[in-house]
C-alpha cells in the first residue's frame, strides 16, 4: 500500500503527464473501454448461444441436458462476475 505522500506524488504525475501528453491518457482510457466493450459483448454471446441452446434442447425433450447447459452457462459467468468483484475490491 502507499502512504499519503507516495500517493500524491503519483497523482502530481499523473496530472503532469495529461498536461504534458493528452492524447496518451486518451488513448489509455480508451484501451480500457474498449476492452470493457469487448467482455460486455462476449457475456451477452455466452448468454444468449446459451439460451437458443437450452430452449433448444427443451424442445426436444432433453430436460436434463438443457439443465446441465443452463448450469454451466450460469458457471461461467458467474465466476466471471465473482472475479471481477474481487479485482474491484482488492483497488484502494
Known amino acids: ?17 495529461a498536461r504534458t501528453d493528452p492524447h496518451l491518457v486518451a488513448l489509455l ?19 444468449v448461444v446459451a439460451s437458443l441452446l437450452v430452449m433448444g434442447l427443451l424442445v426436444l425433450g432433453l430436460g436434463w441436458q438443457a439443465l446441465l447447459v443452463a448450469t454451466l452457462a450460469t458457471l461461467v459467468l458467474g465466476h466471471r462476475r465473482v472475479r471481477a468483484l474481487r479485482r474491484r475490491q482488492r483497488r484502494p
Do not use: F, I, N, Y
Request: net charge positive; glycine share 6%; no cysteine.
Open 29 to 47: 482510457r480508451d484501451g480500457h473501454a474498449r476492452r470493457r466493450r469487448v467482455v460486455t459483448v462476449t457475456v451477452w454471446v455466452v448468454g
Open 1 to 17: 500500500m502507499l502512504d499519503d505522500a507516495e500517493r500524491e506524488s503519483l497523482a502530481e504525475t499523473a496530472r503532469q503527464l
